[in-house]
């Protein structure tokens, strides 16, 4: 398998380890654009599927979701789909806080979309969307699953969804670059960066 030919991941991509890239659950895929074909033919499944049908926002919050979440959208490809990550990386926390850091998150979301809240929705669902990215629940995909989360999250709340920018963040991009610069930003505290991007 051509797997090790990936070529560059784009800034602030987590690279995939040995161990996951053996969890690859198709035989036909041999190379990095077979591999964009499958995922992106999951994901848009997956999202199908998550998008067709109205969800509490109560049950998105749950941890239980977003392992499900993750699984519809890469559970074809991957076999560690829906799993947390039991390996360490230079980014989200330990791996064995992250069932408990998902569910404190779930908590807080709760609260800050709650009715007695006064943040406004899309800072909530900044706040939600760069947490999640943080804690880096996946050995992949975390991206783009804290991104339709956060999008079914809003719709959940019959707003309308963010626009990422207005362009694919997956591969290499200015806009792109923004959006790690303003998760950085965020990581340090400052949640202004992230908000902005969100609302362009
Ligand atoms: N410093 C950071 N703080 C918080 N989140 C970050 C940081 N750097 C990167 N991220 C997040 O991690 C994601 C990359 O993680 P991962 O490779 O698991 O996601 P992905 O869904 O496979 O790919 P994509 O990069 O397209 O989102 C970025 O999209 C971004 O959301
Ligand atoms: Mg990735």
């Known amino acids: 398998m051509g797997l090790d030919d990936w070529g560059e991941d784009p800034e602030g991509a987590t690279p995939l380890g040995e161990e996951e890239r053996e969890g690859l659950r198709l035989s036909w895929v041999t190379d990095r654009s077979d591999l964009n074909a499958a ?47 039991r390996r360490e990386l230079n980014i989200g926390v330990e791996p064995a806080r992250v069932g408990i850091e998902v569910r404190n998150l779930g908590h807080d979301a709760r609260f800050w979309f709650g009715k ?27 991206g783009l699953l804290s991104r339709e989360l956060t999008d079914l999250v809003l719709i959940s709340c019959g707003e309308a969804t963010f ?25 340090a ?4 960066p992230i908000l902005k991007f969100l609302n362009e």
Do not use: C
């Open 39 to 85: 995922e992106a033919d999951n994901i848009r499944d997956g999202i199908l599927k998550w998008e067709a049908r109205r969800h509490r926002l109560d049950s998105l919050l749950d941890d239980k979701t977003v392992r499900d979440l993750h699984r519809d959208m890469f559970g074809d490809v991957w076999g560690w789909a829906g799993k947390y990550r």
């Open 163 to 187: 626009r990422w920018g207005r362009t694919d963040l997956v591969v290499a991009s200015e806009t792109r670059s923004r959006y790690i610069a303003a998760l950085r930003a965020a990581d």
């Open 116 to 142: 007695s809240s006064t943040m406004p929705v899309e800072e909530a669902a900044a706040r939600l969307h760069h947490r999640l990215v943080q804690i880096h629940p996946f050995p992949n995909g975390n």
């Open 189 to 192: 505290g400052d949640i202004a």
